[in-house]
């Protein structure tokens, strides 16, 4: 196991802090597995109910690390990077981020894959691939212009040039940017609403704001599945129960 990743669970929320500061978190193949693995339990383990990614010694991620791309390219669709990206994007479990100093190449694409980013205001983000002659990844090409809009897409993907906190705000990549002193409590304090919550409900939640553009009557009915199965359910009845019955829910039966 590699020791550039670290994990510790309180409370329902699982904490994966990205640890290679002497390299600015610059991301090895074993840290993305490590990270693939983590969200794949935390997708069956009911202890587990949100994620918080945070990085150490004041940045978020330089991205891949380079040497890595020269020495050992990852070959296809199966290798490691792709399985991690994979992973973080297909996971129902909600995913939230506390992002400061460089969040760069795959350190800023895995944001579009969480619910909920919280940055530093010194935070700089680059999206470098052009200026290493690669192309975008992580969906970035599809989420990136859904997002922020073709023209900003386009300038930030075809010139790779940095930018900062508020544009990353203004364009949706980032929730909010927080008081320095207030970024990890903001991004814990989302978490923990989160991991409050019906797991379940929450879950398919997420599914349902994931899925691709369909037709408004196909969207109403998943909606109206999911909503019937889980109004059957312990969470949802204890809910209206205790409101019913002027009682706070019991925080034990909301899974
Ligand atoms: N891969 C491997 N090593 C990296 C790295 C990366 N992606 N990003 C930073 N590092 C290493 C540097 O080589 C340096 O190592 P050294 O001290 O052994 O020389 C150390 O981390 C500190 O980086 P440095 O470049 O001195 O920091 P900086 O604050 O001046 O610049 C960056 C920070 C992120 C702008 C710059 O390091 C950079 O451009 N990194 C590459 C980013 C990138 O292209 N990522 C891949 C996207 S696909």
């Given at each position: 196991?590699?020791?550039?990743?670290?994990?510790?669970?309180?409370d329902g929320i699982?904490?994966?802090t990205i640890?290679?500061?002497?390299?600015?978190?610059?991301?090895?193949?074993?840290?993305?597995?490590?990270?693939?693995e983590?969200?794949?339990?935390?997708?069956t383990d009911?202890?587990?109910?949100?994620?918080?990614f945070?990085?150490s010694?004041?940045?978020?991620?330089?991205?891949?690390?380079?040497?890595?791309?020269?020495?050992k390219?990852p070959?296809?669709?199966?290798?490691?990077?792709?399985?991690?990206?994979?992973?973080?994007a297909t996971?129902?479990?909600?995913?939230?981020?506390?992002?400061?100093?460089?969040?760069?190449?795959?350190?800023?694409?895995?944001l579009?894959?969480?619910?909920?980013?919280?940055?530093?205001?010194k935070?700089?983000f680059?999206?470098?691939?052009?200026?290493?002659?690669?192309?975008?990844e992580?969906?970035?090409?599809l989420?990136?212009?859904?997002?922020?809009?073709?023209?900003?897409?386009?300038?930030l993907?075809?010139?790779g040039?940095?930018?900062?906190?508020n544009?990353?705000r203004?364009?949706g990549?980032?929730s909010?940017?927080?008081?320095?002193?207030?970024l990890?409590?903001?991004?814990?304090?989302?978490?923990a609403?989160?991991?409050?919550?019906?797991r379940?409900?929450?879950?398919h939640?997420?599914?349902?704001?994931r899925?691709?553009a369909?037709?408004?009557?196909?969207?109403?009915h998943?909606?109206?599945?999911?909503?019937m199965?889980?109004?059957?359910?312990?969470?949802?009845?204890?809910?209206?129960?205790?409101?019913?019955?002027?009682?706070?829910p019991?925080p034990?039966?909301l899974?």
């Amino acid at each position: 196991m590699t020791q550039y990743i670290t994990t510790q669970s309180e409370d329902g929320i699982c904490t994966i802090t990205i640890n290679r500061p002497e390299k600015k978190n610059a991301l090895l193949k074993d840290m993305y597995q490590r990270m693939a693995e983590v969200i794949k339990q935390a997708d069956t383990d009911p202890a587990m109910r949100v994620i918080l990614f945070t990085g150490s010694g004041g940045n978020f991620s330089a991205g891949n690390d380079l040497q890595d791309f020269l020495d050992k390219p990852p070959g296809d669709e199966n290798s490691i990077v792709h399985q991690f990206l994979l992973t973080l994007a297909t996971t129902n479990v909600p995913l939230v981020a506390a992002v400061e100093g460089m969040s760069v190449g795959v350190g800023a694409t895995m944001l579009l894959h969480c619910d909920f980013v919280y940055a530093h205001p010194k935070t700089q983000f680059i999206l470098p691939f052009i200026n290493l002659a690669l192309v975008p990844e992580a969906s970035s090409s599809l989420l990136l212009p859904q997002m922020a809009g073709y023209h900003k897409a386009a300038e930030l993907l075809m010139l790779g040039e940095p930018f900062d906190a508020n544009t990353a705000r203004d364009i949706g990549l980032v929730s909010a940017v927080c008081e320095p002193a207030q970024l990890l409590p903001t991004a814990r304090a989302t978490a923990a609403k989160l991991a409050a919550k019906s797991r379940s409900a929450l879950r398919h939640t997420k599914a349902l704001l994931r899925r691709p553009a369909e037709p408004l009557p196909e969207r109403m009915h998943a909606e109206m599945t999911v909503f019937m199965e889980l109004l059957k359910l312990p969470a949802s009845r204890e809910i209206m129960t205790a409101f019913m019955e002027k009682r706070k829910p019991d925080p034990s039966k909301l899974d």
